[in-house]
């Protein structure tokens, strides 16, 4: 049985506490933290097996029968929590991002080089059933070489302003995951970037500093051709679709809906709409993620996502940002140069 800590009691948090107590018998989590833990958060953790809650951290950190830590806590503490665990010798599942700074991450990586321990990136869309079948049948040959990656993905709805005034962005905050599913499905890093992108669904989006709307085009080092569309608000329920063409085929799938039931009428023909956000299509991804960590953690092994790929979606992230922000294609090696220089 691995003991696991929670840090952080949010959204995510929650989500990994339920699914962790209802499909990972391996598991327990021993511990959560929470600044702002009060009755109620307690209440709801222990009725899902937490056997403790406490404000600081530092509990779970310093507790020797901790085996692992889940960050789960705000994007800016993500890094120096990663270097605080690492440092007291436990496995580490960060959820996304690592951070937004390139110099944070690296601290993180050269933390990792002095303690031999586990550490995972919360990508968790890379464990879908759907996109994981795409992958394999690319790595399989099954389409040949591929030539044109697609990538939609649309949110039924906007954040809260106040999280989007300090999310770092759409390319940070919502895109990051399709930078790292475009690796995936590719096999491969990014060379090139070029955004074009708008403020369509709500103006007070634009007057946080933020876009809404965008299109991105890539391409990756083995020659492939990537776009990405994202939409803050699609009417119809959370849209995330991909397609991989290539020279002896393609591969396509769809959105996951209720049901497949389809209403023919004299009226119409209809069917369900997408599943309606993160937490309804993308449950059981969060659960394998984690059994692949633990995993990692048990016959000591390679996590499938390190700290490389956490710091590959950050290059991608930076480099659409000043895309836009310049108007023209921006190279991956740009970045990382300009960061070298920085340093």
Not at 114 to 131: I, M
Not at 195 to 207: F, K, S, T, Y
Not at 293 to 307: K, S, Y
């Amino acid at each position: 049985m691995i003991n696991l800590g929670i840090i952080g009691a949010g959204r995510i948090g929650k989500v990994h506490i339920e699914s962790i107590s209802t499909q990972i018998p391996n598991a327990k989590v021993k511990m959560l933290a929470d600044p702002f833990m009060d009755e109620e958060k307690e209440a709801w953790a222990k009725s899902r097996g937490v056997e403790q809650v406490t404000k600081d951290y530092h509990e779970i950190l310093n507790n020797p029968e901790i085996d692992a830590v889940l960050i789960c806590s705000s994007t800016d503490t993500h890094a120096s929590i990663s270097i605080e665990a690492i440092e007291a010798d436990k496995h580490v599942f960060c959820e996304k991002p690592v951070d937004h700074s390139i110099e944070k991450i690296r601290q993180v990586q050269e933390a990792l080089k002095k303690h031999p321990v586990k550490y995972q990136v919360g990508f968790n869309r890379r464990f879908d059933h759907n996109f994981e079948a795409v992958q394999k049948a690319v790595a399989a040959g099954k389409i040949g070489a591929s030539h044109i990656i697609r990538i939609t993905s649309r949110d039924p709805e906007p954040p809260a302003l106040a999280y989007i005034k300090v999310s770092g962005g759409m390319f940070l905050d919502m895109t990051i995951h399709d930078f790292d599913m475009a690796r995936f499905l590719a096999g491969c890093n990014a060379e090139e970037i070029y955004v074009q992108a708008a403020v369509l669904v709500d103006p007070a989006i634009g007057e946080a500093g933020d876009v809404d709307t965008a299109i991105i085009t890539m391409r990756m080092e083995n020659g492939s051709l990537v776009t990405i569309d994202n939409s803050r608000k699609a009417v119809y329920g959370y849209d995330q679709r991909v397609e991989v063409f290539g020279s002896e085929g393609m591969i396509s799938v769809g959105n996951d809906t209720a049901s497949s039931a389809v209403i023919s009428t004299a009226e119409g023909v209809t069917g369900e709409k997408p599943l309606y956000f993160f937490l309804e299509r993308y449950m059981q991804s969060y659960a394998k993620e984690i059994q692949c960590f633990l995993q990692a953690v048990e016959q000591d092994t390679d996590t499938p996502l390190g700290i490389i790929d956490g710091l590959e979606a950050i290059y991608m992230g930076l480099a659409a940002r000043k895309s836009l922000e310049e108007h023209r294609p921006v190279k991956i090696s740009e970045i990382i140069t300009n960061v070298e220089e920085q340093e």
